[in-house]
């Protein structure tokens, strides 16, 4: 009996080649097997009619004009990538590019202090800021059916992370690009689900790390490779 062919999903993350030599950075690059360049094409070409709406057409234009301004001296040659803008200057001036005037900052609690001097940049930058941290709402955590030894706080009435709530009050609020900063993890999956608004990522929550998650990806060999096991 012949062997069933095995599909072949993308694994981009599993490619070996040199990242300037592979097929999606250059016309006459390499590929791995299962490579989506050169598979999925009819996925492709619905992913690319997208961009035939004027809408999104803009929003990807200045998106990538905002990505290449985040590398100084591009003029000179031979170019050497030298990078010059942080990710909360990225998102002011991508939120400028697109014209928006009203953001909306959903945070967690714990970076309360965080989420006050991001909304002070924001406003210095000229943006209207409506911001609504995880607990707004005080919605029980009794309401999802969680047992007390699954609280933190054990023994009291819980409130609950609503990030769905978050989403509802922007929505209602009619913000124009949202910011996530700081969501636990399911509890952003859900504001993203909800959000009627785009929405970028300023920082996630890594209690070990300092909202640093990439320091454990790093050290993963050496000081954390406890996570492999």
């Not at 928006?100 to 210095?124: M, N, S, T």
């Amino acid at each position: 009996m012949a062997k069933s062919k095995q599909k072949q999903w993308p694994r981009c993350a599993e490619c070996d080649l040199e990242t300037n030599k592979r097929i999606c950075m250059t016309e006459k690059g390499l590929h791995s097997k299962g490579c989506p360049t050169l598979t999925h094409k009819e996925v492709l070409a619905k992913a690319n009619a997208e961009y035939e709406h004027p809408e999104i057409r803009e929003f990807a234009y200045q998106a990538s004009r905002q990505e290449a301004e985040c590398y100084a001296n591009r003029h000179e040659r031979p170019y050497v990538m030298q990078p010059s803008k942080t990710r909360i200057i990225e998102i002011c001036e991508f939120a400028q590019k697109m014209g928006y005037k009203r953001l909306g900052l959903v945070f967690c609690v714990g970076l309360a202090l965080e989420a006050a001097k991001v909304a002070e940049i924001f406003k210095i930058h000229g943006f209207d800021v409506v911001s609504v941290l995880c607990k707004a709402g005080r919605t029980s955590k009794d309401k999802i059916g969680l047992k007390d030894e699954e609280k933190i706080y054990q023994g009291t009435d819980e409130a609950m992370c609503n990030p769905i709530y978050q989403a509802f009050l922007l929505n209602h609020e009619q913000t124009e690009l949202n910011v996530l900063l700081g969501l636990c993890v399911g509890h952003d999956s859900l504001f993203f689900k909800y959000a009627e608004a785009p929405t970028t990522v300023l920082a996630v929550k890594d209690r070990v790390t300092g909202h640093n998650p990439l320091a454990a990806v790093y050290l993963s060999d050496s000081y954390y490779r406890r996570i492999k096991q």
